[in-house]
């Protein structure tokens, strides 16, 4: 079991998120590739996703997210580097040939960058727009965006099973990706046969497990 | 002078991209990065940022944009992944050891994902909501995310001269998107030094008018 206090390897998560985000936030991605090579780690929890973060944590994790990923003297952020840093470990996540490599993390930064802000900005809407005025006319601007990003990544994948010839770090961030846009899924058969290959696995299922398990609660105590 | 129509390097760009958007357009990080390390490179124009690709380039690049990187058999694409792979040739773009790769990588993911998409969703409001009755609402409700994010940039910056000890692939990235925010980025002086200081290398001067010359048309002639 990955989750061990005394591991050198440390990672940040929140303690408290509301029920709509559980699953979706980052540290999810760091959790599922250390359990894919059975490489433990220790958790610091740092509160909520709202409010204010711990003294010191933007010195961490510029930007106040999580995770922050900790192994003796290297602090890296961002889920993307981290998991190439990870990936670099162990080939069972990123292939060691140049173009292997070089596919795996095109296919993790196509997530990051191509397709995670539309979807991201259609959960934005959703959430932020709900009861505005603004809220139908910017839905309307962003879903073909959003739609013809995933008709292309559907069109790729066609009857593949994985992005490449086998499970990478390419997979594994765009499966969590996909996880937030089940709705505009719906019509990719094969979409959804591929986030099902990829949640089914045994360590993304530990990974979900621990990952509930810290921020099972809605919001913290005021102080 | 990397271009070079005999190089074993060819990157894709587009032929006519309207006058707002030029110099913004990915092909400029590779051509920055490439002029960095003098290492010649040939072009190969797909003609314009909308409207048709050419056959098959789709399997070239999934999501229809540009660049693709092509070198001997291999293809890759998302300038993010060009990036990590031309700088691991060259330790002037991305340090050799652990950490310092690390940190680079982190930085350039951050780049992409944390500030790349809330600038380019308050670009997307201003060009797409233009005399909709939905810009005010939308924009109003986007502006502080992306404020934030530059205020912590700002933050992280403080009197550095790059975002670590060096430049490094996350400055190259980080530089070419905040470029697309100078109305957002004027309050904060140092990250405006910051530009200037990344624009004014020669390696980014040489990549621009590369750039420039090949998109000088507003819009293709219909066939």
Known sequence: MPVDPTAPIEI???????????????????????EEIDQPYSVRLIGGIFGEKPEGYLDDQPFGQVPVYKENRITLFESGSILIHIGQKDERLLPRDAEGRGRAISWMIAALNSVEPPL?????????????????????????????QIARLSRWLGDREWLEDRFT????????????????????????????????????????KAHLEDCAVEELEPA
Do not use: C
């Not at 940040?12 to 250390?34: E, S």
């Not at 809407?125 to 965006?145: H, M, N, R, T």
């Not at 969590?176 to 019509?187: F, G, K, S, T």
């Open 169 to 208: 770090i390419g997979d594994l961030v765009m499966i969590h990706v996909l996880r937030d846009a089940q709705e505009l899924i719906a019509p990719h058969a094969n979409l959804l046969a591929y986030i099902e290959r990829g949640t089914s696995r045994p360590a993304f299922q530990r990974a979900l």
């Open 120 to 148: 991201q900005t259609l959960v934005v809407i959703d959430v932020f727009g709900e009861d505005e005025d603004w809220q139908a006319g910017a839905k309307a601007a962003a879903l073909p965006f959003a739609k013809q």
């Open 12 to 34: 940040t998560a929140y303690k408290a998120v509301p029920d709509f985000a559980r699953g979706h936030i980052k540290d999810v991605r760091l959790r599922w590739a250390l």
